[in-house]
């Protein structure tokens, strides 16, 4: 079952803030969040493994939530560097390591 | 830092040719994928590979699409009888046996089926 993401695109000027969520319907396992920037292959940022937990990667930190299977990406002070589309991956038990792609999060950091 | 290879970068095939898709996964990974991006869409997981064998794969993955990992090096994607849906970008992953460090993707092969 894929996951669902929301807003399917944000536009932002730099500076600001944004938060890209991510849910599923099926009990996860894990959580992944990856960057894909035009014409270049999906580049991982981080995992999330238990529930609540919360991890930082620069100005860019995720939560994840495992009773409610649901995991927010939260972008600070972006950068134009930031603009990509933002992919979740999630894991359910027993998959193999097999990811399921959330359809993307299509976000733009305008000067 | 070790990367993930994919060989042709741009392939362009009549319909009903095969096509025969290459990547170099890392050389320490256990764990080999297929994914593909139609323009503009999702990333579709095709098939997963791990100790020789297929381990999982979707139903887009039907009997027009085979695997192998011929040498132990090479992990390859043959599409016997090519279709004009097919055409898409086709990422192979890799990963160790632990997800921790997440998927390392190829740079892609854009298919074109004309």
Not at chain 2, 23 to 46: A, D
Not at chain 2, 73 to 91: G, H, P, V, W
């Amino acid at each position: 079952q894929q996951p669902v993401q929301s807003p399917q695109a944000v536009i932002l000027r730099e500076g600001e803030d944004a938060v890209i969520n991510c849910s599923s319907s099926k009990a996860l396992y894990s959580v992944h969040w990856y960057r894909q920037k035009h014409g270049e292959a999906p580049v991982f940022l981080m995992i999330l493994l238990k529930g609540g937990e919360q991890k930082g990667h620069e100005k860019i930190s995720a939560s994840f939530n495992e009773k409610k299977q649901q995991s927010s990406l939260y972008l600070t002070a972006s950068q134009l560097s930031y603009s990509g589309t933002y992919f979740c991956g999630t894991e359910s038990g027993g998959s193999n390591y097999k990811l399921t792609f959330g359809k993307g999060t299509l976000l733009t950091v305008n000067p | 830092e070790p990367e993930v290879t994919q060989t042709p970068s741009h392939q362009v095939t009549q319909m009903g040719q095969e096509v025969i898709l290459r990547c170099v996964p890392i050389s320490n990974h256990l764990y080999f994928y297929w994914y593909r991006q139609i323009l503009g869409q999702k990333v579709e997981f095709l098939v997963s590979f791990y100790n020789n064998e297929i381990s999982e794969k979707s139903e887009i993955f039907d009997d027009q699409f085979s695997v192998e990992r011929p040498d132990g090096s090479n992990f390859t994607l043959k599409i016997r009888s090519t279709k004009l849906e097919d055409s898409a970008m086709y990422f192979c992953a890799s990963n160790s046996d632990s997800l921790i460090y997440g998927y390392t993707f190829g740079s892609g092969t854009r298919l074109t089926v004309v």
